[in-house]
């Protein structure tokens, strides 16, 4: 069964700073790889995802990821944050791109002070 | 396209009571799953519908339990609630079960 951890349960960085949330991913096979952001009140949105091929994925809101199998590890990183990106950020590994099957991690809440 | 809509946003039920949320998905969706997220177990997947039928199940016990309508639209019942229940409920609805799309919630808190 897969596993996911996400190290860091709360992250303040200044806005303008770089960011990087981590995640950590345990499965036996080539996993696939999510990252979603939640903002307060809503639900969950989807910011990119790896299945295949070119390790560094770009996403939306100008977020990246790259996969690192040797150090089960999908980071998310964005180089300039703005204060809009304060919200959890949910990584989630699945055995394929059905979100049934999917194990979310326990999140990263993200604060961005001006 | 209007997104996924859920409803009621906030609702308190005492326990021993029973709820039922309702989720319309994006039009042309025929899949809605739903979640259970809580601050102690984080996201843990409850079921999924696909055209009328429940096609996944997460482990939760049967007092939990689902439907959905011809129109796409689905409901979640929570039978005799106890206060482990307070949580946020999403749904979710995709085209056949991939690339899902989240509701706002339902924030359901038991006292």
């Known amino acids: 069964a897969q596993s996911v951890t996400q190290p860091d349960i709360h992250i303040t960085v200044s806005e303008g700073a770089s960011l990087e949330l981590r995640c950590n991913y345990s499965?036996?096979?080539?996993?696939?790889l999510f990252w979603y952001v939640q903002s307060p009140g809503q639900g969950l949105q989807l910011l990119l995802k790896?299945?295949?091929?070119?390790?560094l994925v770009q996403g939306i809101k100008g977020f990246e990821a790259e996969f690192k199998r040797s150090q089960s590890s999908f980071n998310l990183r964005k180089p300039s944050v703005h204060w809009s990106d304060a919200a959890e950020y949910f990584c989630?590994?699945?055995?394929?791109?059905?979100?049934?099957?999917?194990?979310f991690g326990p999140g990263t809440r993200l604060s961005v002070l001006p | 396209k209007a997104g996924v809509t859920q409803t009621p946003r906030y609702l308190i039920k005492t326990r021993g009571q029973q709820v039922t949320l309702s989720c319309s998905p994006i039009s042309g969706h025929r899949s809605v799953s739903w979640y259970q997220q809580t601050p102690g177990q984080g996201l843990q997947f409850l079921f999924e519908y696909f055209s009328e039928t429940q096609r996944n199940k997460g482990n939760f016990p049967g007092r939990f339990s689902g439907r959905q309508f011809s129109n796409s639209r689905s409901e979640m019942n929570v039978s005799t609630l106890e206060l482990g229940d307070s949580a946020l409920y999403l749904c979710?609805?995709?085209?056949?079960?991939?690339?899902?799309?989240f509701g706002p919630g339902t924030r359901l808190t038991v006292t």
């Open positions: 499965y036996g096979a080539t996993p696939y």
């Open positions: 989630a590994v699945g055995r394929d791109n059905y979100g049934q099957n999917f194990v």
């Open positions: 790896y299945f295949s091929g070119d390790t």
């Open positions: 979710a609805s995709s085209l056949a079960g991939n690339e899902q799309y």
